[in-house]
């Protein structure tokens, strides 16, 4: 089975031990400042551990790889889910997109503002005018 005809994949170690703790250290700086209650939006702006892990770290390589070479970072955003700090999150499928600025592009709306970031949707064809 395939990320095409599944929707999803499985890939294990695409971090070394070493990173996870780094990870795991900088989840902790985040949360001790007070930037996470739960989670983070725009980890990428906060930390720049995880800009460097994200931007040029094994995370990016994998995604190039199944997306192509010109997949590029958009957003980052962490969530706390360790056992002492875990929390329901119900199914659901993320249509947000986080955007450097507000450009009115036909297909694309509603808008929104997120911690001071523009986020806007991709319709669906069949809402599209």
Not at 80 to 103: C, F, G, M, S, Y
């Amino acid at each position: 089975m395939s990320l095409k005809s599944l929707g999803f994949s499985i890939t294990e170690e695409v971090l070394s031990s070493v990173e996870v703790e780094r990870l795991r250290h900088e989840m902790d700086r985040l949360s001790e400042s007070g930037s996470t209650r739960g989670g983070c939006r725009n980890v990428l702006t906060r930390s720049e551990v995880l800009w460097k892990l994200a931007a040029g770290g094994a995370p990016n390589e994998l995604a190039r790889a199944i997306l192509g070479e010109s997949a590029r970072l958009v957003n980052g955003r962490l969530f706390d889910k360790r056992e002492a700090a875990n929390w329901k999150v119900p199914w659901h499928q993320d249509l947000t997109i986080a955007v450097r600025e507000r450009k009115e592009i036909q297909g694309f709306g509603p808008w929104s503002v997120k911690e001071g970031v523009p986020h806007v949707q991709r319709r669906s064809r069949s809402s599209r005018t």
